[in-house]
Each structure stands twice: as C-alpha cells, then as structure tokens.
C-alpha cells in the first residue's frame, strides 16, 4: 500500500488542539517537530552529549510541523479533505494568529519508506514499574526483571511512545488479575490487551474498526507469544454494526478504550453492557479539556470513578462498575 505523508505547519501553541482535532478525524498517530522543544533540549541536556550533528542543529529553528501518514485510498483521501476543512475552520478562528499558518503540504511515499519512518522515533520504553515496551526491530539486553512486551505498530495506532497509551498501560498493571478477561475497543497495534495477557490475563477479544489493526494486533500477539485461542480479533464498528456488538458479547473483568472523547461518550453504554459488575473500565485519549464531559458521562452509564492519570494535557481515567 502507498501512503500520503501530510506535513501541518502551525505553531507550538498549536499543537495540541491541531493534535486533538486530527484525533477526532481518525488519525491515530503523529511526529511532532518543534523548535521550542530542541531548544529546551540543548538548554537542559546533560554531560552525555558531547556532539549533535549539524542536521539536528538545524531543528532549532525549524517551523513547527506534525506529521501524519494517510492510506492513499478512499479512506485516507476522506481524511485528508476532512483535515483540509478543518484546517480551515480553525484558521478563521484564530484571529491572533496564534497557532501559524495551519497548511498541509503532501509527499506520497511507499510502504517500505513508510515503515522506515515510523523505526526512526520509536525505541524501547519502560513504561509503570512491570513493562518494558520494545520494538521487533531494536535489541535490548535486559538488566532487570520487567516484562518485555514487543510490538510492530506498522500502520495502527500503539507503540507506547503516545502520552495516552502509557497512561492506559500504567492504570492497567496496576488492575490485572490472573485469569481475567479482557475486552480492547480500538485496539490498534494491539498494545493494551497483549500487555494484559502478559501481566496476567487469561483471554482478551481486540476490537479496531480499521481490519488492518485487527491483522496488526493478532501478528503481535504471536510475536509475544500468545497462543491463537487466548487472543481474539474483530474489526467494524459496534455503534452501527449490531452483529459485531452481539458477536463480542461477554461479560469481561477488565475493558480498555484508549479512542477519543466523543467515541468514548458514544460507547458507554456498551462498556455498561460488557463489563461485570466489579468489573474495571480504563478509557484514554481524552484531551483534558474534555476529561470532565466524558468522566460525567461514563458515570451516568453506571460507573464509579477510581483514578485520574495525567500527562501533558492528556487524561486517562479508571472506573469500577
């Protein structure tokens, strides 16, 4: 498959709600390039970096610029056009200026080059006090007793790199139970359901609305060495796909949804549906702008709030139902 890379000009301001709007569009994964970030690098860096190429010199005074990789499909030109609208509609709101000049300029690339991309920023992360993520590609040599979790994220979203997928994973090793059940919506690469399974978990169903993400999640679960019959896999839309939501009916101990706010809002009574009484419900992706909306809706669905986790403007949070 080829892609379209899309390259959004704005400012460091305009960030995080450029990041949160592409979120609600459906892009799942960004590279962010900042100048405001290298220069608080060079200012903070410490006594390990005696040399830094003149290439990366260069980031500190480079025009903020996210990245995203679009499918060149029906799909992905849906997504590009909705990202041009809504460019746009933020462009006229912004009467300061404050967030750049908010344009898309596009390169197509082919798969290989893509994936190539994606390698380049993704490196072995400990994430909590049990997991260490790590990607297929990169060697690590363990020197302590955390659980190796590897991943290929290829075009899904879920590397642990992501502010939401780590707060999700921290919440998470701190609920499992061996022998529990575990239901991912919008799994993507897979991460939070094989993360389960490692850190106990008897069984999990992975749920994605893209079938590649389902296809993504199950290799990755075969790269950690979990056997078919213990990791399972859907893709569709249960808001609108009745059979799907019938089909991955259960009454599972533990739920995880690391989407974005208004699919999350949409989803709880599913969540209230799927989940034991007693059970456990993380929900992530939530820009913390919007935490308190969705907390109250997830509550009004029969839930019981029990932690807040907070990184960088972003929200997960764990209920009990």
């Known amino acids: 498959m080829d892609w379209i890379e899309v390259n959004i000009y704005t400012t460091t301001e305009g960030i995080e709600i450029v990041c949160a ?14 100048a405001e970030d290298f220069k608080e690098f060079l200012e903070n860096k410490n006594g390990q970096w005696d040399y830094i190429d003149d ?37 006229n709101s912004d009467t300061d200026g404050i967030y750049g000049r908010l344009e898309a300029k596009t390169n197509e690339i082919n798969e290989e080059d893509w994936a190539n991309n994606w390698k380049q920023y993704f490196k072995p992360v400990k994430i909590g006090e049990k997991l260490l993520i ?50 991912d919506m919008g799994c993507g690469s897979g991460i ?19 079938e590649n993400a389902a296809k993504t999640a199950l290799e990755n679960a075969g790269k950690n060495n979990i056997p078919q019959e213990k990791y399972h896999t859907y893709f569709g839309n249960i808001l609108t796909d009745e059979k799907l939501a019938d089909e991955i009916d259960g009454k599972y101990d533990v739920i995880t949804a ?5 699919v999350l809002i949409a ?17 992530s992706g939530i820009i913390e702008e919007r935490a308190d909306e969705v907390i109250s809706a997830v509550k009004s669905a029969g839930f019981t709030q029990q932690a807040v986790n907070n990184k960088e403007g972003w929200t997960a949070v764990r209920f009990t139902k």
């Open 21 to 34: 709007k592409l979120m609600d569009i459906g892009v799942k994964g960004f590279a962010i390039k900042d």
């Open 55 to 91: 290439d990366l010199m260069g980031l500190s005074e480079c025009e903020t610029c996210i990245t995203v990789y679009l499918p060149k499909n029906e799909q992905g030109t849906e997504m590009f056009i909705d990202t041009k609208n809504m460019l746009k509609e933020l462009k």
């Open 134 to 183: 790590k990607p297929s590609w990169e060697e690590y040599n363990a020197d302590d007793d955390r659980i190796i979790l590897e991943i290929d994220p290829a075009s899904s979203f879920g590397t642990g790199q992501h502010h939401t997928t780590r707060l999700c994973l921290e919440l998470l090793e701190k609920c499992i139970s061996k022998g529990d059940k575990i239901l």
């Open 192 to 210: 939070l359901s094989i993360g389960a399974i490692l850190l106990g978990a008897a069984d999990a169903v992975a749920v994605d609305i893209e």
């Open 258 to 262: 690391n989407i974005v706010a208004d």
């Open 267 to 283: 989803m709880k009574d599913y969540f209230s549906r799927y989940l034991k009484d007693g059970g456990t419900l993380i929900i």
